[in-house]
């Protein structure tokens, strides 16, 4: 090959039968590197300097050799060295799926219940603005005693509190195909470990006057985001958070601060959070008339829809995995945004017989939960789905029951079971319902 | 009295002194700080400029809306200019346009428009100023977004073509969808809606 008169003269003492790299840049730091072993003081030094650059976040030229450096012994070959930010191991793609103006996160690929920060969806209706946390203001004014405007440092003065939910877009409900993933199905819900300030103790702390009752919470995006919000949810629960997953909340989720709203539709944790201003009646912004407002019975039209139903979804198996008979265990998530999941059940044999699934605790309210059902699994051909049940006594619907309740065929908050059918070959489809998707 | 009751006597006496040293030992080293004040004192008084600066919300009864003038011709050639090559004309076009279409000539059942969807016209001119142009937000003066509010009532046959557009009656225009509204009635439980 081209670059071989490149390559030094000291192999490796016991080579291996190594692919020939596609590389030339790659090629010699493999080959240099290899050559540590040849042991001679100088080539040590030499490849100490050039076996650093293979530190993955070199990314993209490191990324399409990752057979070449799997193809290494690496007890041959003194390792990359220490980084300042990690990243993913490099055999190791998990992506979100992007849109023009979302991203959606890869369920399929993640083990446990919380979201890598880089992987939580997106949706935003004006970009990602890029902003100056020296800079950063959020004013409260509107029916308050004292109008005050809180620096992100005097934001991060207030007592602290840390807690972990998911945050689900309302819109997040897509079929129509046999060849989905969980991704493409719901990937609209992610969960993190949020750190802030409790909303309630901003309101102390500005005086909210008791004739107050809605709240606008508005962004500092090209969108301008404005939602309304009931002022009794600040006082119940909601918080102005700057930390995701233990670090600063990145870009596209609002950084520096954003609000978030456990268990509500995910527009109202308004992203880049720059105002509220407290009113005695709702704002009727465009984001809560226009959009994330769903037909419903008798051509009515239903508004202000902040909660999340219970739902839950299996991750595996799910299309495109081809499974081998015998033990499979089913997996997946559930959540509601009324409280914590009572319960989990799973069907193996297209929704006749359910059984509780195990559920991975500490159970916590609003927050992604992880079910596990082992299977044994004969060969027959077969539907498997879950239904979430939380501790209001919901009942995660189906999609026939939902449609019909909804009078609609798809649109916000339309949360159905999700069904796949199994083949007897193993390969796993999305049993899709014949749905519009009118969100 | 005999011995024994003389000595319970003290042992009551000794238990209880014991029992009001160590009630007061417990609130002196009580830290002080235990009780979460109402009010930190972080932040900064909002000034009435800095206020203003960012109040640009328009609610229904038409507070926050400024002093102005919606011209019906004038919004369509503002619409054209500036708004039409995402939106469209009212027309059905073959692609889809980068924005939603805001009216139709045509009415189609499913078409969410303006005229078919939105319960309050004050909204118009708030999302207007606040984010369009698409390219170019909060690029438009009041003026301006009056003579688009009017000309999207107009397209959107909510209002005839002589009908002035201001901060008095824009709040006052009822709208076609507003009476399909209805609360969120969902609440947990074996309710399916």
Redesign the interface.
Known sequence: MEDKETMPDALPAKPEPVKQPESPRISRRLWLSGAVTAATVMLVRQSVGKVAPVVPSAAPEVMTPATDLAAVDPTKVIGAGPSGYGTTSLFEKPERLTSLTSSRTPLQNLYGSITPSGLHFERH??GIPVIDPDKYEL???GMVD??????LA?LK???SVTRTCFIECSGNYRSGKAEMTPQEICGLTSQSEWTGVLLSTIF??VGVQPAATWF?A?GGD???M?RSIPVSKGWEDAMIVYAQNGEALRPEQGYPARLLLPGWEGNTSVKWL??I?L?D?P????EE??KY?EK?KD?????????M?ARSIITFPTYPVKVQKGWIEIRGLAWSG??KIERVEVSVDGGQSWTAAELQGPVLDKAHTVFRYLWNWKGEETRIMSRAV?E????Q?DYE??AA??ESKGGYHFNPITKWLVKNNGEVFHDSPKSDDLS | MDKSSVFKGYLIAIAALGAAIAIALYAFLRDPQEETPDKFGFGKVAGADRIKALDIDVMPDGRGLPAGTGDIRQGLIIYTEKCVSCHGNGEKVDYKLPGDALFVNQPAKKTKTIGTYWPYATTIFDYIRRAMPYNAPGSLSDQEVYHLTAYLLYANKVIPANTVINEHSLPKIVMPAKKNYVVDDREGGSDIR
């Open positions: 209706h004006g004013l409260i004014h004292r109008p005050l405007v809180f620096s005097d003065k207030f007592p102390k702390e606008l508005e090209a969108a301008v404005t720059r105002r201003k009113s009646a704002f009727m912004t465009r008339t226009s407002t419903v051509g009515k039209i239903r508004q202000f829809s902040f909660v139903d009324r409280g939380d209001t006594g919901y009942v619907p029951t939902l309740a909804r």
